[in-house]
């Protein structure tokens, strides 16, 4: 069945650094790919999205692009700031032939310090 | 607009009774999800409704676990005879019509406790 995989936290980074979270899947169809953001105390929210091989989503200053050869999505961010501490989850879902029903990774939580 | 409402927003209850978890969907949506997410599972699906469709029902976890949506709309998970590790976060997202964007719209979730 699909799955997706990401990079275990906790990520401890400094204000200004650079960020990658690394994301696989493993997929039959042809899946969309998501990145989720859950700020403390919040709710899931979208953060970018890709819907087919070499889209590349971004937003806020993320970015992450749909492999197909190498099935990932990893997720950048050229300077973190302290307001992007939060945890993040990677997901794909098949809209076509699964209903569209998400398929998430572990999470993977990121606390960035002044 | 209003986004996806869900309630109660927490709830403490025994292990072997019954609970219901309401999710109000975005006006207008008609593909519904349940997710739960717990420390050892992570992010689950639980069920998905699509209109008048059937519902895909692969992700419950037990058939302690059961959903509905009246009218299209409103959505209720019910757990019977709680157990301690139903404890988790439940969340419901919806998405607008078929050939709308792929983005899932998530409520706050409702923190379920089984004491």
């Known amino acids: 069945g699909n799955s997706v995989t990401q990079m275990e936290g906790p990520v401890t980074l400094s204000e200004e650094a650079f960020l990658t979270i690394n994301c696989t899947y493993t997929?039959?169809?042809?899946?969309?790919l998501f990145w989720y953001v859950q700020y403390p105390g919040e709710g899931l929210q979208l953060l970018l999205k890709?819907?087919?091989?070499?889209d590349k989503g971004s937003n806020k200053g993320f970015e992450a692009t749909y492999r197909k050869e190498t099935t990932s999505f990893h997720l950048e961010k050229g300077s973190v700031q302290v307001s992007d501490s939060a945890v993040y989850f990677c997901?794909?879902?098949?809209?076509?032939?699964?209903?569209?029903?998400?398929?998430f990774g572990q999470g993977t939580e990121l606390s960035v310090k002044p | 607009g209003a986004g996806v409402s869900q309630s109660p927003s927490n709830k403490v209850t025994e292990k072997g009774k019954d609970v219901e978890l309401r999710c109000d969907p975005i006006?207008?949506?008609?593909?519904l999800y349940w997710y739960r997410q717990s420390l050892g599972q992570g992010l689950e699906f639980l069920i998905y409704?699509?209109?008048?469709?059937?519902?895909?029902k692969s992700g419950l976890p037990s058939d302690r676990f059961s959903a509905e949506r009246t009218g299209g709309s409103v959505s209720t998970l019910t757990i019977q005879r709680t157990q301690q590790e139903d404890s988790a976060v439940y969340l419901c997202?919806?998405?607008?019509?078929?050939?709308?964007?792929?983005?899932?719209?998530f409520g706050p979730g409702t923190r379920l406790t089984v004491t």
């Open positions: 997202a919806s998405r607008g019509g078929r050939d709308s964007s792929y983005e899932q719209y």
């Open positions: 997929a039959t169809g042809y899946p969309s």
């Open positions: 890709a819907t087919k091989a070499d």
């Open positions: 997901a794909l879902s098949d809209l076509r032939n699964q209903g569209g029903k998400l398929i």
């Open positions: 006006s207008g949506h008609t593909a």
């Open positions: 409704f699509q209109g008048n469709s059937a519902p895909d």
